[in-house]
């Protein structure tokens, strides 16, 4: 199943509400109606979407939607899955499989919700491409270490998935966190800091169209520069691409798999080359296994609405989560 033309919206950063504070509290919600608050529980139920509140630190307001399936794992495994612009965390639970894949691997879902008007993540400010800096990827950050709290998550194991602005995240996230996130999956995003403005617009026209072209080693300090002095491991890449894409123009695939590679210190040439599908291309650079150090998968005349029921589980064996790969 496709998630609907509700991903032509794009990408954002516009105001900022004050951070939260207090109790934890949870909501259980399902994806079409809210129901009541409940008081502080020490964990969320299983097996529904459920709101927290005052999970942290929260300078841009977001909402926290988690889903802990019943068989949830000992110190389990985290997924962050981001959605696209005009969506939500809910709509991203309901156009994707990875609730159900947690049912099956045991791992746990959070689904951040943006509340500004634009329904845009924050992937331009200079506050949200540095490490700390503020915005959405602060927020996220709280997320995570509410669950990582809450459940003895692995904190070896927390990735980051997202469509469209919630691509640009996963790229920013992975940029910002290269010691929280193992892996990202980004479907129709950019590189990190492509979309960067300075003058508050959400919008940067020169990257949605492609142009922004540069050095892999320059794509590769902007991801250095947002945590200077880091030295340790980098996270794992999966990037995807439709070649039709015409609100963040194929270019910027290109420009994404320089990046990557780059930061991993890997070469441009791929080290295998297949079509796991009719019309996919599939290149791995660094490596030739299922957890390759960059992953990147072209969709040949697919235009930006390109995530489709189905490619979840290719995201989970890319970050090893169900058993399989090398």
Known sequence: MVVGGLLLGLLGVVGVAGPSSGAVGVRTEAPSAASARTEAP??????????????????????????????????????????????????????????????????????????RSSKCFDVSSPQALRRDGGSDPVGIKSMVDWVTRTYDADTDRIFATGISSGAMMTNVLLGDYPDVFAAGAAFAGVPFACFATTNGSEWNSDCSGGNLIRTPQAWGDLVRGAYPGYDGPRPRMQLWHGTEDDVLRYPNFGEEIKQWTNVHGVGQTPAHTDSPQAGWTRTRYGSTGDRAPVEAISLQGVGHNLYAWGMGARVITFFGLDGTGR
């Open 42 to 115: 020490a964990a969320a139920p299983t097996a529904e979407l459920t709101e927290i509140t005052n999970f942290g630190t929260n300078p841009s307001n977001l909402q926290m939607y988690l889903y802990v399936p019943d068989n949830v794992a000992p110190n389990p495994a985290v997924l962050v899955a981001v959605h696209y612009c005009t969506g939500s965390g809910p709509a991203m639970h309901s156009g994707t499989e990875y609730a159900q894949l947690a049912d099956r691997y045991g791992f746990v879902v959070i689904y951040p919700s943006v509340t």
